[in-house]
């Protein structure tokens, strides 16, 4: 079973889901102190510890992109544990991540209307058919931020360096359904700032809301 640590304000109206891994979880105060400077605004943070990103966090089987493993299809499950902990509906629910943890964030909008909006911040986007996937079904919330390091299509991996253009894609096509939606590009590669890119990704969806 998932569980969830919580960071911030546990009364606050705001809840941001965001599922972690083991390096995530050491910077997360670092972040939590980032969206509040950014935001301006009080929030609680839910984190969501897992430990098999390529199984429990990609939406559908895929071969390997990198290294010997593949991917397994355990999002379905994943949300599914997620939600159980989401069952104030008083309260306004934002999801986001970083790299695959931002691409199970945007599939998730799609497959639930809890979320308010999604912080996609560096989301593997080269996720074989997940371009396909958002033109061929309707998200479910208003909004959307999307980044991107601005070396990260400069790969030699084949797959990955399609990055750039399925989120220009991505961003084109909810922009066009209505969705409120930006694509920022961030100084760097995959690896840099991943605290600090989340960060921002969450505090613009907060921004967006008043004061308690």
């Known amino acids: ?27 997360i105060e ?3 102190r980032l969206i509040k400077e950014l935001s301006g605004k009080d929030f609680m943070l839910k984190a969501f510890p897992v430990n098999d990103w390529n199984n429990n966090l990609s939406p ?3 071969p390997p992109v990198f290294g010997k ?19 104030d509906r008083s309260k306004t629910y934002f999801i986001g991540g970083y790299s695959l943890a931002g ?13 308010e909006g999604v912080a996609a911040a560096s989301p593997s986007v ?29 790969t030699r991996n084949p797959v990955m360096a399609t990055v750039g253009d399925r989120i220009r894609d991505i961003h084109e096509t909810l922009s066009e359904r209505g969705v409120e939606c930006v694509l920022e590009m961030n100084e760097g590669n995959h690896f840099k700032d991943a605290d600090l ?3 921002k990704a969450f505090s613009w969806l907060l921004r967006k809301y008043p004061e308690q």
Request: hydrophobic letters at 40%; a negative charge.
């Open 126 to 154: 080269w996720f074989p058919g997940f371009s396909d996937f958002v033109k061929a079904n309707n998200i479910n919330c208003g909004s959307v931020y999307l980044s991107l390091g601005d070396r990260e299509e400069q």
């Open 69 to 87: 493993n593949g991917f397994g299809d355990g999002a379905a499950n994943t949300l599914d544990q997620i939600l159980q902990h989401c069952g």
């Open 103 to 115: 691409l199970f964030s945007l599939w998730a909008a799609f497959q639930t209307d809890l979320f």
């Open 60 to 62: 559908w089987n895929a």
């Open 197 to 199: 890119r989340t960060a």
């Open 1 to 27: 079973m998932i569980v969830s640590l919580d960071f911030g304000n546990i009364y606050s109206k705001y809840v941001l889901v965001q599922p972690v891994d083991e390096y995530e979880l050491s910077t």
């Open 30 to 32: 670092s972040e939590v």
